[in-house]
């Protein structure tokens, strides 16, 4: 049987805020194959339910960090470097935009509301990709990062988090060739929609839910599980020759035009 053992490997996974994050899921996966992990919390409000949602991970580390301050960015590699002494997997999954910006005409989009949906969901890659480098030297790093089909089609309401989204697929792009030659792979998943607080955000997400169910080739919608498996194997040795790709986990829905 082909089993995954990282044993020894080291991860920090971003965006775990409660028991039904993406980044939990993925955590239990990346944990199960023996990597030790850190979770990222945004700030002290939010670490008990980050604490909770990892509980069952043994010897997991927990680190402050908000995404937006370069400062909590550096102390939060800072930590791993001390504590791991180097770094395999990186797992970014964080996203955010105001509410009144995943709702109505696209068009009426806040200069500020932009820049934080964009600041947030995609620029934050690439200072955790700059930091983490360093420390995957010579390690065959990996890197993921969680996207959405509103990054390549007008999905109502997903409104500037499409925007953030394609810009977060080209980041990724940009990223794996410039990682490529120290052996850092970088790669996305495009999830399906899955009910969890960044998603009940979206304007209507309940509605989405019942047309994936309906016109998705497996006519039904995915799991965090299945979320949690791509990500095992995108960040493993399995997917040693994939960087620069986004690999759709969606029972099949994109690519379904009638
Ligand atoms: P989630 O549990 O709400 O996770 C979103 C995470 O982003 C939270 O942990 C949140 O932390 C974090 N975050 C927001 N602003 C931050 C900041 N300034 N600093 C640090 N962390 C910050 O929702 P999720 O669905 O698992 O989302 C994870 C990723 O998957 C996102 O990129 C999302 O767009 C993507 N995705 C989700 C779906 C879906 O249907 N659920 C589908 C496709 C892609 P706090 O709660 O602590 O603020």
């Known amino acids: ?28 996966k990346l944990a199960a194959s023996g990597a030790r992990l850190a979770f990222a919390y945004q700030n002290e409000r939010l ?8 509980q069952d991970i043994p010897d997991r580390t927990l680190l402050e960090c908000d995404v937006t301050r370069d400062d909590d960015l550096e102390r939060t590699f800072g930590r791993v470097k001390e504590e791991f002494g180097g770094l395999d997997f990186l797992v970014h999954s964080v996203a955010f935009a105001q509410r009144e910006d995943l709702e109505g ?20 890659l690439l200072p955790m ?7 995957m030297e010579g390690r065959k790093g990996s890197i993921i990062t969680l996207s959405y089909l509103g990054a390549e089609r007008a999905v109502a309401s997903y409104n500037v988090m499409g925007t953030a989204k394609a810009a977060l697929e080209q ?15 970088v790669n ?22 019942k047309i994936y169910e309906e016109r998705a080739p497996l006519r039904r919608n995915i799991t965090q599980e299945e979320v949690g498996n791509a ?15 986004t690999l759709h986990v969606d029972c099949g829905y994109h690519i379904v035009g009638y």
Do not use: W
Not at 47 to 54: F, H, I, P, S
Not at 129 to 135: F, G, I, V, Y
């Open 1 to 28: 049987m082909l089993t995954i053992n990282h044993q020894g490997r080291f991860g920090l996974v971003f965006g775990v805020a409660n028991h039904r994050s993406l980044a939990a899921a993925i955590g239990e």
């Open 47 to 54: 670490r008990d339910m980050c604490d909770k949602a990892t």
């Open 105 to 124: 005409a696209y068009r009426n989009t806040s200069r500020e509301g932009f820049r934080l949906a964009l600041e947030i969901s995609a620029y934050s």
């Open 129 to 135: 990709s700059r930091l983490a480098a360093p420390l």
């Open 171 to 185: 980041a990724v792009k940009q990223l794996a060739l410039d990682l490529g030659p120290s052996n850092i792979r």
């Open 188 to 209: 996305a998943i495009s999830a399906g929609p899955v009910n969890t607080l960044a998603a009940r955000g979206i304007s209507g997400f309940r509605d989405i839910l």
């Open 231 to 245: 990500a095992l194997f995108l960040l493993s040795d399995l997917a040693s020759g994939i960087t620069g790709t």
